[in-house]
Nanobody
Framework: QVQLVESGGGSVQAGGSLRLCCTV??????????MGWFRQAPGKAREGVAT???????VYADTVKGRFTISTDNDMNTVYLQMDNLEPEDTWMYYC???????????????WGKGTLVTISS
């Protein structure tokens, strides 16, 4: 059974930083795949934040370019999201996901974590 476990959420003031981590358990493949971060606020659609694939290629949402950085360990068992210069608008529940394609479209992701809350105060 595939499990994605997130950690690192919390509360910081605007301008601060947080680092999210997501570790994958039970996923074994020799094929190319991607891992990414998505976020969702109550009553809003889930949106893609950043995704990275096994070749190291990344894609970012325009709203986080230059502020967030996605990375992984060598085996791509853990994916990180370094979030700098955080804004109150970054207050969302953040979810880790795994899928076949390097995409910001959540419908193409196959496995999901339970989420970690990020709260930014002004």
């Amino acid at each position: 059974q595939v499990q994605l476990v997130e950690s690192g959420g919390g509360s910081v003031q605007a301008g601060g930083s947080l680092r999210l981590c997501c570790t994958v358990y039970g996923y074994c493949t020799s094929s190319r795949f991607s891992m990414g971060w998505f976020r969702q606020a109550p009553g809003k659609a889930r949106e893609g934040v950043a995704t990275i694939d096994t070749a190291g290629a990344t894609v970012y949402a325009d709203t986080v370019k230059g502020r967030f950085t996605i990375s992984t360990d060598n085996d791509m068992n853990t994916v990180y999201l370094q979030m700098d210069n955080l804004e109150p608008e970054d207050t969302w529940m953040y979810y880790c996901a795994l899928g076949t394609y390097r995409t910001l479209l959540h419908r193409y992701m196959d496995y999901w974590g339970k989420g970690t809350l990020v709260t930014i105060s002004s």
